[in-house]
């Protein structure tokens, strides 16, 4: 069972349009992060974010923690070609040990 | 720092054979993770290691296994392997694991089951 949906599960844009990925759970999450991957390579972490509500910035990209830490969003504005990738959210419970759920991934690709 | 190494980077097995593969986490980090990724099932927890127990382990059958050193290098095995075995293997390391960790992920390694 797949704890944490993505949507959309694909997004083909033009360079220089605005984007946002959600990421929903029926289970609240204590924390979630956000990750890109490239083909061929791990994913990469972009951002850690903890509290419900909590918006956190890094240059062209917003993410929100959603009030409930059911859910987050990805908002990416003016995108470029280099913001190709899959976008995955990840989520961990409270309790300790971390077993990080991953979503369903959103393959985003921007056309120059 | 260097980052998470995993080898090797390809491999190709026949079904019914087993196979190893090889993290190095970040030099500091304790707490080592696998996950396997598929088009369809996406990325999906196998086990963490720490101080070279097992801690947390995730719903695949036990063909899979792992292990943990001393030194915090971590190998897993798949024993008897399957056609759907094929997937790109994923080792993440981190402090201590505790959440919320931030978890740093090696290049993987790419299975091919014929």
């Known amino acids: 069972t797949q704890l944490l949906e993505q949507s959309p599960q694909f997004l083909s844009i033009q360079e220089g349009e605005n984007l946002t990925v959600y990421c929903n759970s029926s289970?609240?999450?204590?924390?979630l992060q956000w990750y890109r991957q490239e083909p061929g390579e791990g994913p990469v972490l972009l951002v850690t974010?903890?509290?419900?509500?909590e918006v956190k910035k890094l240059k062209r990209l917003t993410f929100q923690f959603g009030d409930a830490r059911k859910d987050s969003s990805l908002h990416i504005t003016a995108a470029q070609p280099g913001d190709t990738g899959l976008y995955l959210c990840?989520?961990?419970?409270?309790?300790?040990?971390?077993?990080?759920?991953f979503g369903t991934g959103t393959k985003l690709q921007v056309i120059p | 720092k260097a980052g998470v190494t995993q080898t090797p980077r390809y491999l190709i097995k026949t079904r019914g054979q087993q196979v190893t593969l090889s993290c190095s986490p970040i030099?500091?980090?304790?707490?080592v993770s696998w996950y396997q990724q598929t088009p369809g099932q996406g990325l999906q927890f196998l086990f963490e290691?720490?101080?070279?127990?097992?801690?947390n382990k995730g719903n695949f059958p036990g063909r899979f296994s792992g292990r943990q050193f001393s030194n915090s290098r971590s190998e897993m095995n798949v024993s008897t392997l399957e056609l759907g075995d094929s997937a790109l293997y994923l080792c993440?390391?981190?402090?201590?694991?505790?959440?919320?960790?931030?978890?740093?992920f090696g290049p993987g390694t790419r299975l091919t089951v014929t």
């Open positions: 990840a989520g961990a419970r409270s309790g300790g040990y971390q077993k990080v759920t």
């Open positions: 289970s609240v999450f204590s924390s």
């Open positions: 974010v903890v509290t419900g509500g």
């Open positions: 993440a390391s981190s402090l201590d694991g505790t959440e919320p960790d931030e978890q740093y």
């Open positions: 290691y720490f101080s070279e127990t097992q801690r």
């Open positions: 030099s500091g980090h304790r707490s």
